[in-house]
């Protein structure tokens, strides 16, 4: 029989992978909720259409990296699973009535995404991101704001070195005098474009300062640039974007090429690197404003703009940064505050109602459930990182037990109806040092 694997460019979270994503979502619930962001789920999966008008189809989300799914012959929709959220959010806000909600309406979800992309490392077809979307405020300030909350998940989640690389694509006023300079240029230059890209001019030229092909690296790097054929009102707002970057004292880099992969982004362009690991696998997420989606999905001209960071990208720079991977083996991020074992390899019915009773009072405890010997009992609750052991022994008929520190080696009887107080108190010690 074959050995059965989890789809190529898909991984199990084990429980310290697991644990280290729920870290990061508990940040981002922190922190959304002290910036004033309110939760939505959306479902994993949407009409294509949302992603195809949306995304845009001559991207290679959706040319070539759309989960599609086949329904039943009774169903007339098409569908896919979701490559990023914030197409499916603004469904939502189109769909649900949120324009007469008061603005901006502030969304986050944490969740996983799906791309039928070529596996790499940090790059998964099955990928988690944390997402914010700001709908209804045409900014530039709350433009600097996110910028200002993804750094600052970052700083809280522990990487270290976060830069902000940004651009500015104009608007529909502006853009196409833009894209004329660019698709004559890249007519000059028709015999150095790779086959792919050849076409895409045609069809989205801003795709091919996107582009991911080695052999337009140089081309690219002498395009005309977008910040150089912005109109008044993007000028503007670009320029303010800047001023309350300064006022909050954080510093970016300017990035022509930098464009997004998405055809919804208008005027304001981020992506998130760690310093000296820029490139087109590198970026630890990104986003931009896209004043023009609300619209493109069925609801009234709408302003808005978000970001989205990859929470695997983020884990894999941790453990290069940390030089070591916290999900190597084994570890003790949920270490209980106390086993309880017994003398009596059979009872445990006594160790059972005496962890039930401590998980009733709010403590991390477990029963040693099986039948083997005390010594073996105590062996497994050290290699759980259990702060103490809970004995059970011949002082039970007396309403006592013995209280071991595992990481100090003392032990001391313990009244039974002392037993929560004296581990909360303990355990709070062991926490703080």
């Given amino acids: 029989m074959p050995q059965l694997r989890a789809p190529r460019g898909t991984r199990d979270l084990l429980p310290d992978d697991a644990a280290r994503f729920l870290r990061f979502a508990e940040v981002a619930r922190g922190l ?20 195809e008008r949306g995304i845009g189809e001559v991207t290679d989300v959706v040319e070539k990296e759309l989960f599609r799914i086949a329904p039943r012959t009774e169903e007339s929709e098409a ?36 791309r039928y992309d070529r596996p790499q490392a940090g790059r998964y077809r099955q990928f988690w991101q944390f997402d914010v979307e700001a709908i209804g405020d045409p900014g530039p300030a709350v433009d600097a704001e996110i910028i200002e909350l993804g750094l600052r998940f970052f700083a809280e989640v522990g990487v270290q070195g976060a830069e902000v690389l940004l651009n500015s694509i104009g608007d529909p006023a502006c853009r196409p005098a833009y894209l004329e300079a660019l698709v004559a240029f890249y007519r000059g230059h028709a015999a150095e474009l790779p086959p792919t890209e050849r076409d895409r001019l045609e069809r989205n030229p801003l795709r091919l300062l996107d582009s991911k092909d080695p052999a337009m690296a140089a081309l690219n790097a002498v395009a005309p640039r977008t910040v150089d054929h912005l109109c008044e009102a993007c000028a503007a707002h670009f320029a303010g974007l800047r001023r309350h970057l300064y006022a909050l ?25 760690v310093a000296g690991r820029e490139g087109q696998q590198q970026a630890l997420g990104g986003g931009g404003r896209y004043d023009g989606l609300v619209e493109l999905l069925g609801g009234r001209p709408t302003p808005g703009i978000g970001f989205g960071l990859g929470l695997d990208r983020i884990a894999l720079v941790l453990d290069e940064q940390r030089g070591t991977a916290e999900a190597a083996g084994p570890g003790h991020h949920d270490a209980p505050d106390a086993v309880v074992v017994s003398a009596d390899p059979a009872d445990t019915v006594g160790r ?20 083997r010997k005390l010594g073996r009992q105590l062996e497994a609750a ?10 059970l022994g011949d002082e039970l008929a007396e309403g006592q037990v013995q209280l071991r520190d595992l990481e100090a080696g003392t032990q001391r009887a313990v009244a039974i109806s002392d037993l929560a107080r004296e581990l909360k108190r303990g355990a709070s010690q062991h926490r703080h040092g």
């Fill in 352 to 371: 059972l109602r005496i962890a039930t009773e401590l998980l009733a009072a709010g403590l991390r405890a477990r029963a040693d459930l099986g039948h």
């Fill in 382 to 391: 050290g290699r759980d990182g259990a702060h103490f052991a809970v004995i």
């Fill in 249 to 273: 004292a954080i510093p970016y880099r300017i990035e022509p090429g930098l464009v997004r992969g998405l055809d919804y982004y208008t005027r304001t362009a981020i992506e998130f690197y």
């Fill in 32 to 51: 959304t909720e002290r910036y004033g962001y309110r939760p939505i789920e959306t479902p994993l999966i949407e009409q294509a259409a949302v992603f």
């Fill in 79 to 114: 569908w896919a699973l979701r490559p990023e959220p914030t197409a499916g959010i603004v469904r939502a806000y189109v769909q649900h009535g949120m324009q007469t909600w008061p603005q901006p309406v502030r969304l986050t979800t944490t969740g996983p995404m799906f």
